[in-house]
């Protein structure tokens, strides 16, 4: 079964509004992770936030944990044409170095 | 200050040909990762390697295998390549949990990626 599951599979906004992005996974996790893809490269690590941690923040995001409800979620503020890419979040379960990626969602900032 | 990188952005290849994906990192990770990329399905975890000469097989190893004698280096060989092999693959390293010192780069289980190398075969 699929880990990790984005939604929306594809968000398209306007430069200075707020972008959210949801991950639901099935599983325990030691701890959950964020990476950005620009359209045919490889991903960028955003951000990593641990099971027993709730919120995080770095710079324009932020990113909340509920392990009682399995879900993530990433909010990036005041939004740039820059920050169009797909994004990903990745759970390692309980043993191993080993991640699950969602399938991504598509964001797309309109400048 | 590239640090993953791999052998090749686009690769053309014909039907039956043997494929070799080379993947190399200069972060002295012990962990490296071979994933598929494709439309609809996401990241899809090939083989990975946990130290030198040591392999495990990820979700979708059939039609694959990996090659690991340096800890720098990590292949990905299509022992003979066919068409529903043609996708992004993706290689990545990450340091091993616990082992984190004073100077390595990465957070445990961060995962370092190449650029990809997108595989075409005909």
């Known amino acids: 079964s699929q880990q990790g599951e984005e939604d929306p599979q594809a968000l398209s906004i306007q430069e200075g509004e707020n972008a959210t992005m949801n991950c639901s996974y099935k599983t325990s996790i030691n701890n959950l992770q964020w990476y950005r893809q620009n359209s045919g490269r490889g991903l960028v690590h955003l951000i990593l936030i641990r099971s027993n941690e709730r919120e995080k923040h770095s710079g324009r995001l932020r990113v909340t944990l509920d392990t009682s409800k399995k879900s993530s979620s990433l909010l990036i503020t005041a939004s740039r044409a820059a920050d169009t890419a797909s994004y990903f979040c990745a759970t390692d379960g309980l043993s191993g170095s080993r991640l699950t990626f969602g399938e991504g969602t598509q964001l797309t900032v309109n400048p | 200050d590239v640090k993953v990188t791999q052998s090749s952005r686009y690769l053309v290849k014909r039907t039956g040909e043997k494929v070799f994906l080379e993947c190399v990192q200069d972060m002295d990770h012990e962990n490296m990762f071979w994933y598929r990329q494709d439309p609809g399905l996401g990241l899809r975890l090939i083989y990975f390697s946990y130290d030198v000469k040591m392999k495990e097989k990820g979700d979708i190893p059939e039609g694959y295998s990996v090659s690991r004698e340096k800890k720098e280096r990590f292949s990905l060989i299509l022992e003979s390549a066919s068409t529903n092999q043609t996708s992004m693959y993706l290689c990545?390293?990450?340091?091993?949990?616990?082992?984190?010192?004073?100077?390595?780069?990465?957070?445990?289980?961060?995962?370092?990626f190449g650029p990809g190398t997108r595989l075409t075969v005909l």
């Open positions: 990545a390293s990450s340091l091993r949990g616990g082992l984190r010192a004073s100077g390595r780069i990465g957070s445990y289980n961060e995962q370092f």
